[in-house]
């Protein structure tokens, strides 16, 4: 059974500083997805990553993709307020269509 | 965005009443899906389909039902609604499953059972 967990739960970070949410998965996975949801709204697709070694960057966030180490990073550089939200990882269930989800990262920006 | 919407939006209902929730999408993807999300729980899939009439169970199915008789529409039913059941249900739709392509969400519904 595939699980994904994501820590922290809760970050709660000062305006300019660096920080990293973390996605650790069970099994053999090839794909990995980052969303993020503002407080009572739907999900927003962030960044696809499809193999070892993929690494993907908007903005302030950069995404990597470790499939050995079953381990995706979600690097926040010089946070601001409006980062403040829910993020998650999606992880690929491999020969299905399915995706687990983590259970999320709340984030919260102050100045 | 893909154009998706989920109705109603907004739902109260007692205990052993069927609901029945509607998403509509307007970008002629193939697969569509229906997740609950729960404080402490994420996003967890409920049924999902990869074509007309073709569906499959996800990880939380028991007490639900599913049908999708047209590529736009996807219909998720509680034949008999539960307190359990109550959460916020979303509804997700791709290209071609768990490729290259994201999975693009709906505004979502909030069921309350009573």
């Known amino acids: 059974e595939l699980k994904v967990e994501q820590n922290p739960l809760f970050l709660s970070m000062q305006e300019g500083k660096n920080y990293t949410i973390y996605c650790n998965y069970s099994?053999?996975?090839?794909?990995l997805y980052w969303y993020r949801q503002d407080p009572g709204k739907s999900l927003e697709s962030l960044f696809v990553?499809?193999?070892?070694?993929a690494v993907k960057q908007e903005g302030r966030l950069m995404a990597s993709l470790d499939t050995k180490a079953r381990l995706s990073t979600l690097h926040i550089t010089a946070a601001v307020h409006d980062l403040s939200a829910t993020y998650f990882c999606?992880?690929?269930?491999?020969?299905?269509?399915?995706?687990?989800f983590g259970t999320g990262t709340r984030l919260q920006v102050f100045p | 965005d893909a154009g998706i919407t989920q109705s109603p939006r907004h739902k109260v209902t007692e205990t052993g009443t069927p609901v029945t929730l509607r998403c509509h999408q307007t970008?002629?993807?193939?697969?569509m899906y229906w997740y609950r999300q729960d404080p402490g729980h994420g996003l967890r899939l409920i049924h999902y389909?990869?074509?007309?009439?073709?569906?499959d169970k996800g990880e939380v199915s028991d007490g639900y039902s599913v049908s999708r008789s047209k590529t736009e529409d996807f219909l998720l039913t509680l034949e008999s609604a539960t307190s359990s059941q109550t959460s916020v249900y979303f509804c997700?739709?791709?290209?071609?499953?768990?490729?290259?392509?994201?999975?693009?969400f709906g505004p979502g519904t909030r069921l309350t059972v009573l």
């Open positions: 999606a992880v690929d269930m491999k020969g299905t269509d399915k995706l687990i």
């Open positions: 389909s990869y074509g007309v009439k073709d569906t």
């Open positions: 099994t053999t996975s090839d794909r």
């Open positions: 997700a739709t791709s290209v071609a499953g768990t490729g290259a392509d994201t999975q693009y």
């Open positions: 970008e002629n993807h193939r697969y």
């Open positions: 990553l499809l193999s070892n070694g």
